[in-house]
């Protein structure tokens, strides 16, 4: 009789140990699936792109159309830029500061582009200037000789909505622009969009009538995600 009660008290004792234990596994995960430092662990980080209006902080940039391409850009086009930025889910996309000019904080300053983080990918808009037979139509200048994914979206945006420009049928490969110098020595990831002539009034009358759209849309293909 005495075997047979300490053999039931065995058994208790072992299913209050079995049960507690499940009940703390359950209260763990519980507490893991609440606490957002677990949750954020597991989740992708979102890649940063930074967009950068052209000129600005006393650089007007070029001319035409009755305005200057550092305000059309900061006055224009940033504001729709921003709107849509909001927009996407997986990436994080943020705006360098439109009171400075880039260029003159990086290679006056030192900083500008030395301080941007490396794992950072920067985009840069520009209107173009000039005149003659090619003063028309965008392109995207690209940061190593053959166009990475989001270049050729980038490039499709421009065909889209204003043209390509005909010297270069979506892309150029250049190396003696100093502060993209700087990006590339850092290894830093960048594309710089030539949205148009500013100086041709058919290439401005486009940029001004889907400005919007442009806006959209660049943010998608800068991000290759879709925004409804």
Do not use: W
């Amino acid at each position: 009789m005495k075997k047979i009660i300490a053999i039931v008290i065995t058994c208790l004792t072992l299913s209050a140990i079995l049960i507690a234990g499940l009940t703390y596994k359950q209260t763990v995960l519980a507490s893991q699936q609440s606490d957002p430092t677990v949750a954020n662990q597991s989740a992708k980080p979102k890649h940063h792109y930074l967009l950068v209006m052209g000129h600005g902080a006393g650089d007007p940039g070029a001319h035409g159309n009755g305005t200057t391409e550092a305000h059309f850009l900061r006055a224009k086009f940033l504001p729709k830029l921003r709107k849509y930025a909001k927009e996407v889910k997986n990436s994080r996309v943020t705006f360098y500061n439109p009171k400075h000019d880039i260029v003159r904080d990086t290679l006056v300053f030192h900083k500008g582009s030395y301080k941007i983080n490396k794992k950072t990918t920067v985009i840069m808009f520009h209107l173009d200037a000039g005149g003659g037979t090619y003063a028309h139509g965008g392109h995207v200048i690209i940061h190593r000789p053959i166009p990475t994914k989001r270049d050729r979206r980038l490039a499709h945006v421009i065909k889209k909505y204003v043209g390509l420009n005909p010297a270069y049928h979506g892309y150029s490969y250049r190396t003696n622009l100093r502060n993209c110098n700087v990006l590339r020595r850092r290894g830093i990831d960048y594309s710089l969009v030539e949205m148009g002539f500013i100086t041709n009034k058919h290439d401005f009358k486009k940029i001004n009538q889907h400005l919007d759209q442009i806006a959209k849309n660049d943010i998608e293909a800068i991000t290759h995600e879709t925004i409804k």
